[in-house]
Nanobody
Framework: QVQLVESGGGLVQAGGSLRLSCAAS????????MGWFRQAPGKEREFVAA????????HYADSVKGRFTISRDNAKNTVYLQMNSLKPEDTAVYYC????????????????????WGQGTQVTVSS
């Protein structure tokens, strides 16, 4: 079992930055590929970013590429999402997710593939 707890959400003006954190319980965090997803009101949950077990293979949705950075610290059992140049359309509840990965380079863009989810943190970007 892995428990995930997100933090760092809030209200920010367009052009601003936020850093989300997702702390994981357990001793096997390094065995999991991690992802960030978001869901805006009335919309489906969408992929934002993912990172492999080794952290050397980050991937991003086109809508956030160049503005968001995913990273992880396996010693701290934490994955981060640095969000810069925020736009009103980035407003959503952001979720982190964990997927047991066989290979260090594996990453997963599909929400259905993930095993564990956090409770979400609200990000609101005002214009």
């Amino acid at each position: 079992q892995v428990q995930l707890v997100e933090s760092g959400g809030g209200l920010v003006q367009a052009g601003g930055s936020l850093r989300l954190s997702c702390a994981a319980s357990g001793r096997t965090f390094s065995r999991y590929a991690m992802g960030w997803f978001r869901q805006a009101p009335g919309k489906e949950r969408e992929f934002v970013a993912a990172v492999s077990r080794s952290a050397g293979n980050p991937h991003y949705a086109d809508s956030v590429k160049g503005r968001f950075t995913i990273s992880r610290d396996n010693a701290k059992n934490t994955v981060y999402l640095q969000m810069n140049s925020l736009k009103p359309e980035d407003t959503a509840v952001y979720y982190c997710a964990a997927k047991s990965a066989r290979y260090e380079s594996d990453w997963f863009p599909d929400a259905d593939e993930y095993d564990y989810w956090g409770q979400g943190t609200q990000v609101t970007v005002s214009s």
